[in-house]
């Protein structure tokens, strides 16, 4: 009777532990070789990272890959309840909550045309970007283009990662800013020939990048607290 009751009591306790599954949260992200993409071993080397975490802390996640500036509006507006990667800024930190333990340090370097510029380019800020008189390519709605007026320099905006690097490499812009590793990848991987009309320069700024957890959410402050608590 006993080892009956044994026996049962452990099939209940194994039924009980496979009815619990992780609760699924979904997250906004764009396309950002090599640490997000659908296509990307494990979705990208962030995403990853992103997974890791929140499954620690009892989670499952799923990505609605999008254009940035929808991810990061409709994740503001608490129709997701994460984004990711970004760094900190004043407003953003108005829309979001930051965790203290980021994704991971970046670089970020400018990229120029080496068919402007065949002997090299040496410029490490953006005021010699104004000095040397050089113009800018850009993607809007980046750091980089509030950085840029208020330098006084006019950046040639365009939608696009791929229209941006274009106009590079045809030498219809000077520079381009982007991080070090998916610039390197992207001319690699996508302008193929066109990789030897690309050169780069030391770096322009370190940066922290970040999951963020919107605060029109009601579960924005919770996870973000989670983050934290499994990445210590």
Known sequence: MKTGYLISAFFLSVGMASSVQAETITIAAGDWAP???EALPDNGTHTKRVREVMKAAGYDI?????PWKRSYELAKKGDYVATFSWSYTDERGADFHFP?????EHYDVFFYSKSKHPNGLSVNSISEVK????KPVGLAG???????????VEMHTVTSTEAA???LEAGRADVMIENEI??????RDVLGEGEQSIGKTGV???????????KAHPDGEALRDAWDANTK
């Not at 980046?142 to 006084?152: R, V």
């Open 100 to 104: 203290q333990e980021p994704l991971e």
């Open 131 to 134: 000095e040397l008189g050089l």
């Open 62 to 66: 799923e990505l609605e890959y999008m």
């Open 204 to 214: 322009l700024r370190s940066v922290a990048m970040h999951i963020l957890f919107s």
């Open 182 to 187: 998916a610039g390197e990848a992207y001319v």
């Open 142 to 152: 980046y750091w980089y283009e509030k950085a840029f007026a208020d330098a006084g």
């Open 35 to 37: 640490y997000i993409g």
């Open 165 to 167: 690097w274009r106009l």
